[in-house]
């Protein structure tokens, strides 16, 4: 099975940078994903990582490390509308399913 | 406009009824899931579906069935044997079910048993 860890709440101001980690244990590994859920929505797409290195998508970023079994997504630039839950995923490679850690709660203060 | 569509967003049932989710969507994806969300914590899948008249279990399937006889439609049936059915449900869809593509989410439905 697969287990992710990730810190549950983060609160920073407006145009400070949030680093959110999250660590691992899978059963074999296909990538690492993260989504963006706001309060009562839909969660959304935010980035994934199947290969070692950082992917940038404009103010967030994404980190992968296998051999560490981590990774972590990057908030530059902070804005109120960055307040929101953000989840990390990971898809082992012994099915297709993909497994979400609980969660980190991200607060921004102006 | 492509997307996913849940009903009802509220849903309010006496304990013992069985209900059925509704789950549609026309992007023509292959793989469609349903997942529970319980409060302050993460997405736990319930059924998963790769193809059409085929779905698998997922880590909390019991007390839960489902159907997918259509390609656009997975509906998620919450028997009276689910011991604790309140929660947020979340349907999704991704171009297939290899894991690799995003994840498309429903707006979710929100049940109440009482």
């Known amino acids: 099975g697969q287990s992710l860890e990730q810190p549950s709440e983060v609160t920073a101001v407006e145009g400070a940078i949030v680093q959110i980690n999250c660590t691992y244990q899978?059963?074999?590994?296909?990538?690492l994903s993260w989504y963006q859920q706001h309060d009562g929505g839909a969660p959304t797409f935010l980035s994934y990582?199947?290969?070692?290195g950082l992917e940038e998508t404009g103010r967030f970023s994404s980190f992968l490390s296998r051999s560490d079994s981590y990774g972590y997504l990057l908030l530059q630039e902070l804005q109120m509308k960055d307040s929101a839950s953000y989840f990390c995923?990971?898809?082992?490679?012994?099915?297709?399913?993909?497994?979400f850690g609980a969660g980190t709660t991200v607060t921004v203060r102006a | 406009d492509g997307g996913i569509t849940q009903s009802p967003k509220y849903l309010f049932r006496k304990e013992g009824q069985n209900v059925t989710l509704s789950c549609e969507q026309n992007?023509?994806?292959?793989?469609m899931y349903w997942y529970r969300q319980d409060p302050g914590q993460g997405l736990r899948l319930i059924y998963y579906?790769?193809?059409?008249?085929?779905?698998q279990k997922g880590d909390i399937a019991e007390g839960y069935s489902v159907s997918r006889e259509k390609k656009e439609s997975f509906p998620l049936t919450v028997t009276s044997a689910q011991k604790n059915p309140t929660a947020f449900y979340l349907c999704?869809?991704?171009?297939?079910?290899?894991?690799?593509?995003?994840?498309?989410f429903g707006p979710g439905t929100r049940l109440t048993v009482t």
């Open positions: 995923a990971v898809r082992g490679s012994n099915d297709y399913k993909l497994s």
């Open positions: 999704a869809s991704s171009i297939d079910g290899t894991g690799i593509y995003e994840q498309y």
């Open positions: 899978t059963s074999g590994f296909y990538g």
């Open positions: 992007l023509n994806h292959d793989a």
């Open positions: 990582n199947a290969l070692d």
């Open positions: 579906s790769q193809i059409v008249n085929d779905f």
